[in-house]
């Protein structure tokens, strides 16, 4: 089974100053794909970013990016320049042809003014 | 298209009564999932239905919960004799017929407090 694992409960960053998140997980699936989703105190997951998992290449969205190790199977989600409309709780998030997605605990991202 | 709509937004009921929820998805989606997400954890999966067929029940939906999605169109999820633990936010989303994961979307969420 498929597990997704995120060992930093809480975080805080100054506001302009960058915060890494980190995220491993366990498959033994080959295809998969792997997400980030904040929740915001309005409760709706919204999606950060993604990245497919037979891609090499890092995903990057604006000030949001990953660091993905396959062969270490780690994720971690980079957000450079932090606003204080990031804090939030951030999900780590898999995803594999079984259409449901497996998330992590989640990390609580606090940007301090 | 507003997205994903949930109803009620919080509901409080006392242990042993039975409380229903709906879920409205994005109306072009045929599938629809429903997740259960309590304090301090991510959500956890429950079941999904594409179109009005239910394909997949998690161990985690006793029998004491049901859920339907009449006309493929809305979905309920009904507990009956709730329990203190059933206390959680329930989540519905949404997704077209894709395995990557493209455009699924999340709703609110129903926030229960059993008491």
């Known amino acids: 089974a498929q597990t997704v694992t995120q060992s930093q409960p809480e975080m805080s960053v100054q506001e302009a100053e960058t915060v890494t998140l980190s995220c491993t997980y366990d498959?033994?699936?080959?295809?998969?794909?792997l997400f980030w989703y904040k929740q915001p105190p309005s409760r709706q997951m919204i999606l950060v970013i993604r990245q497919e998992a037979y891609k090499q290449q890092n995903a990057t969205e604006n000030r949001f990016s990953v660091n993905f190790q396959k062969a270490a199977k780690s994720f971690s989600l980079k957000i450079s320049d932090s606003q204080l409309g990031d804090t939030a709780m951030y999900f780590c998030?898999?995803?594999?042809?079984?259409?449901?997605?497996?998330f992590g605990t989640g990390t609580r991202l606090k940007v301090l003014a | 298209d507003t997205g994903v709509s949930q109803d009620p937004r919080h509901k409080i009921t006392k242990r042993g009564q039975n409380v229903t929820f709906r879920c409205d998805p994005i109306?072009?989606?045929?599938?629809l999932y429903w997740y259960r997400q309590t304090l301090g954890q991510g959500p956890e999966f429950l079941t999904y239905f594409q179109n009005e067929a239910q394909l997949e029940k998690s161990r985690l939906l006793s029998d004491r919960f049901s859920a339907e999605r009449p006309k493929g169109s809305f979905s309920t999820l009904e507990i009956q004799r709730t329990e203190q633990g059933d206390s959680a936010m329930y989540l519905c989303?949404?997704?077209?017929?894709?395995?990557?994961?493209?455009?699924?979307?999340f709703g609110s969420g129903t926030r229960l407090t059993v008491v």
């Open positions: 109306s072009e989606h045929n599938r």
């Open positions: 498959t033994s699936e080959n295809n998969y794909y």
């Open positions: 998030a898999y995803l594999s042809g079984t259409y449901k997605y497996i």
């Open positions: 989303a949404s997704s077209p017929r894709s395995r990557d994961g493209y455009g699924y979307t």
